[in-house]
């Protein structure tokens, strides 16, 4: 059994993929072919949003986003420790300083509540002498973050608000689709995400036209009126043409795949939610996740080791998302960050199990079985 199971849904769609590939090899635009601005399209009219800037990795789309505001020495970025490190590393690479704020412990994304807090505290604070200027929220697991009480602080704050979306693409919130749901969203094609290619790729979505022209800039050395004119410090942060081919093949089954991960989501969900030892997923109302992971919570850390190698003699694979929240990582330690008591017991008892849409049923109920005897 595999965690992600990249090879059923290849079987599926591998004649498209190789008539797609073939078209590129035909044409011979190996950088910023028609299939970008095809995708961009496609994507920016699904995710309603004005504008789709297809970029290298969802690293550097976050990176992108930032650079748009000109982020740099001086500047902080609240964001929340329990994540990916790339969500926090690209605010060091500007020479900018995160701010780790607390998740919220039913949805595990950042606690509106505890923004609030962290804003006053910084501000109270004497030592404190960086200039906050926004957010980075994650949509973690698939789950956009609270954006109506987000963008409510940012508002009267005067900050911008980022969507972490690499892990969201195809998730709503309150009907609006994730990747349209702050100033600039960012979402990662890393193969294994929900939309995901066949190497590195990612997406920035604005309905902010400077944003846009910025980040198309941006991400070809900051390019100005033509090829060799530079009107700001880029990056090379293009996506290439056969990651777009073959996303734009990808993205045609993304709809009924969606469905497919709901499906089994609804189903580990029932099998497990009556068991006194599991704590499963939490969706609020008006919120619909993509499901890029199916996590659940174990009582404390020996009970998750125990399951997770019980379930591993099982052939049954499970991952841990996030073992070290990024406050408490030696990358980070220059911080000295407050301790954060909800990311840091989540991050202990935390597990995710196998999820991906050609999970069989039959494959779903030994999992569910599995996990069952194994806490027992
Ligand atoms: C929450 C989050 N942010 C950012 C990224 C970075 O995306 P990429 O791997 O495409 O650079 C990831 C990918 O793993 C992620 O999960």
């Known amino acids: 059994m595999q965690f992600i199971d990249l090879k059923a849904q290849q079987s599926r769609i591998r004649s498209n993929i190789e008539t797609r590939l073939n078209q590129v090899l035909d044409h011979?635009?190996?950088i910023l072919g028609p299939e970008i601005k095809e995708l961009e399209n496609k994507l920016a009219e699904y995710v309603g949003c004005k504008h789709a800037i297809a970029v290298s990795s969802g690293t550097d789309a976050l990176l992108l986003a930032?650079?748009?505001?000109?982020?740099?020495?001086?500047?902080?970025?609240l964001t929340t420790p329990f994540t990916f490190i790339a969500t926090a590393e690209v605010i060091c690479l500007l020479g900018a300083t995160p701010v780790f704020v607390d998740v919220d412990p039913i949805t595990y994304n950042i606690d509106p509540h505890a923004i609030e807090k962290?804003?006053?505290?910084?501000?109270n604070d004497s030592d404190f002498t960086k200039n906050i200027r926004g957010i980075i929220a994650v949509d973690l697991f698939g789950?956009?973050?609270?954006?109506?009480?987000?963008?409510?602080?940012?508002?009267?704050?005067?900050l911008f608000v980022i969507e972490d979306a690499a892990q969201s693409f195809g998730a709503t919130y309150h009907e609006k689709q994730s990747c349209s749901l702050a100033d600039i969203a960012c979402t990662s094609f890393f193969p294994a995400k929900p939309?995901?290619?066949?190497?590195?790729?990612?997406?920035?979505?604005?309905?902010?036209d400077d944003h846009a022209?910025?980040?198309?800039?941006?991400?070809?050395?900051?390019?100005?009126?033509?090829?060799?004119?530079?009107?700001?410090?880029?990056?090379?942060?293009?996506?290439?043409?056969?990651?777009?081919?073959?996303?734009?093949?990808?993205?045609?089954?993304?709809?009924?795949?969606?469905?497919?991960?709901?499906?089994?989501?609804?189903?580990y969900t029932l099998g497990l939610r009556n068991h006194p030892s599991i704590t499963t997923p939490t969706i609020p109302e008006h919120y619909q996740s993509v499901w890029a992971q199916y996590s659940i919570l174990l009582n404390d850390s020996n009970q998750r080791e125990h399951l997770q190698k019980y379930l591993n003699e099982k052939n049954i694979p499970t991952a841990i998302y996030y073992p070290i929240p990024l406050h408490q990582q030696p990358a980070f330690k220059a911080l000295h960050s407050k301790p954060l008591p909800v990311s840091e017991r989540l991050s202990q008892r935390i597990m995710s199990l196998p999820m991906h849409p050609y999970?069989?049923?039959?494959?779903?109920?030994?999992?569910?079985?599995?996990?069952?005897?194994?806490?027992?």
Do not use: W
């Not at 930032?66 to 970025?77: E, F, Q, R």
């Open 118 to 123: 962290t804003l006053t505290d910084c501000r």
């Open 195 to 208: 939309l995901g290619g066949y190497g590195d790729g990612g997406m920035c979505f604005t309905n902010n």
């Open 28 to 30: 011979g635009q190996y």
């Open 359 to 376: 999970l069989k049923e039959s494959q779903q109920d030994m999992i569910i079985k599995a996990v069952i005897e194994g806490i027992a």
């Open 66 to 77: 930032l650079m748009c505001y000109d982020i740099g020495p001086g500047d902080a970025i």
């Open 213 to 267: 022209a910025k980040t198309r800039s941006l991400l070809v050395h900051g390019q100005g009126s033509h090829r060799y004119e530079h009107i700001h410090i880029g990056i090379n942060g293009r996506l290439d043409t056969f990651q777009a081919a073959i996303l734009l093949e990808k993205f045609d089954i993304f709809p009924e795949e969606c469905l497919l991960r709901q499906a089994i989501a609804e189903k």
């Open 143 to 158: 789950l956009p973050a609270d954006y109506t009480a987000i963008h409510q602080i940012a508002r009267q704050q005067d």
